[in-house]
């Protein structure tokens, strides 16, 4: 990942959790990086060892898949169209990807004219992570998911949950309404439109699938960071997540887009060194438990401090 594309989260001193969504024009709910190629390929050898764990779907939500998958494919196609085309005729598809050299020919919404679930063939032409979110007269429920890069969480564990519930191990999230309050705004997201907002945490190594399912081999690393090795060894990771508003079903489209920075290269740039010392210092000791820094927080700020002394002493 180059510095420039990378959608560095803090805006403010201090870190608080807040509903940081901003409306999308155009209302795409995928991105193309550079990383393509190489985090498809990643993504369709976990889907293809452990395709349980990466996709789980319910019955109720096939209809919203096969809308899912049209338009990921129709936006793949207006918002690149050197790399992917999208033609219907009736109702016989063609999907062309022109990067992988593909094709995906179909009869929406014929199931038998395809050999997966429509949700986990669109998620293999993305690098996003596709959450399906069936909205309910009674709240907003997971009914549908390929998830191959999750911070620490589990498809199994949340597959037909509802929002709140989702969202029961983050700390303080039922304070002042809070999650309540997003969930509303989720209701009242418009047909074809999306909004974004950030997410970040931080991983040890550059490792995009840290499933809750293998914490024990991925975990562990975070017991030998050192105030030596954080450059190489912490990485900043951000989540760009969209929501969408499905036309047709009205249920919720929630990408998950996972970019990952190292610490040596963040510090490379002034404005994100300062925000990510302040942001890191000041974090709120239950964030920090919940999203496993606690470990290591002292060596990072110590690594931190010490680019900034040695910036200081290099600029006079
Ligand atoms: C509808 C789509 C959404 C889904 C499926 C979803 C799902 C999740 C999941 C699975 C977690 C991890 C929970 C765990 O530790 O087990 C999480 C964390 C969180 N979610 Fe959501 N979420 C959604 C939308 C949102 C929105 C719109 C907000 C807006 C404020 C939000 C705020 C948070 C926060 C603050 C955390 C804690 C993150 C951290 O500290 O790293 N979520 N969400």
């Known amino acids: 990942m180059s510095n420039q594309a990378f959608p560095f989260p803090f805006t403010k001193d201090q870190y608080a959790y807040s509903n940081n969504s901003s409306i999308l024009d155009p209302a795409w709910t995928v991105t193309v990086t550079e990383d393509y190629k190489k985090e498809i390929e990643l993504k369709r050898e976990l889907l293809q060892q452990n395709h349980s764990r990466c996709f789980r779907s319910l019955p109720i939500s096939l209809e919203s898949q096969w809308e899912v998958m049209r338009l990921v494919f129709t936006q793949l196609a207006e918002a690149y169209p050197s790399h992917f085309s999208f033609t219907q005729k009736g109702k016989e598809c063609r999907f062309q990807n022109h990067l992988l050299n593909e094709e995906e020919r179909f009869i929406f919404r014929d199931n038998t004219s395809i050999n997966l ?12 992570d596709l959450i399906l979110m069936g909205d309910r007269s009674d709240g907003l429920f997971l009914e549908a998911g390929q998830l191959c890069f999750p911070s620490n969480w589990s498809l199994t564990f949340v597959l037909g949950m509802e929002f709140k519930s989702i969202h029961h191990p ?44 293998t914490y024990a081999d991925w975990g562990r690393l975070r017991q030998s960071v050192t105030e030596e090795n954080a450059g ?55 964030i920090a438990d919940y999203k496993g820094i606690s470990q290591y927080k002292k060596e990072i700020l110590r690594y931190v401090e010490k680019t900034m002394a040695e910036k200081e002493t290099m600029n006079g």
């Open 117 to 128: 679930e429509p949700l986990d063939l669109a998620g293999r032409h993305v690098q996003e």
């Open 170 to 213: 983050v700390p303080d999230i039922t304070d002042n309404g809070f999650i309540d309050k997003v969930e509303r705004f989720i209701s009242r997201i418009r047909p074809n439109t999306a909004w974004e907002r950030k997410n970040w945490s931080i991983t040890i190594s550059e490792k995009l699938d840290t499933p809750l399912e």
């Open 232 to 286: 190489k060894m912490v990485h900043l990771r951000v989540e760009v997540q969209r929501l969408f508003r499905l036309p047709v079903n009205h249920d919720i489209l929630f990408s998950i887009h996972t970019y990952l920075l190292s610490l040596e290269d963040i510090v490379m740039n002034e404005e994100w060194l300062t925000l990510f010392y302040l942001n890191i210092k000041t974090l709120d000791e239950d």
